[in-house]
Nanobody
């Protein structure tokens, strides 16, 4: 019953924008640390951004800082990733994740719940 479902991925040209959504069910997302991770073909999974359950701490990867923004809609139990000025190196499968510890971390091994991922392709 505990699920995270990503949506919003697709093909976009360099410099374009996308908004990814992650809908949670079976638990209250606002009680969990949430994060976005990505995995490019042939590469390890890496953290993009994480947010503590009460919003005290937000951490962005250097590669996306200033271009990506995380936000939450508590009423709809949904977390978003707003991506601007996309680059070809942003191409990856993007995953949302949640953990009950309430501590923001970019270490994917610390997260208990994962979505299936949504593909983002940045290409001209």
């Amino acid at each position: 019953q505990v699920q995270l479902v990503e949506s919003g991925g697709g093909l976009v040209q360099p410099g374009g924008s996308l908004r990814l959504s992650c809908a949670a069910s079976g638990f209250t997302l606002d009680d969990y640390t949430v994060g976005w991770f990505r995995q490019a073909p042939g590469k390890d999974r890496e953290g993009v951004v994480c947010l503590s359950s009460r919003g005290e701490t937000t951490n962005y990867a250097d590669s996306v800082r200033g271009r990506f923004t995380i936000s939450k809609d508590d009423a709809n139990n949904t977390v978003y990733l707003h991506m601007n000025n996309l680059k070809p190196e942003d191409t990856a499968v993007y995953y949302c994740a949640a953990d009950p510890l309430g501590i923001a971390t970019m270490n994917y091994l610390m997260y208990d719940h994962w979505g299936q991922g949504t593909m983002v392709t940045v290409s001209s």
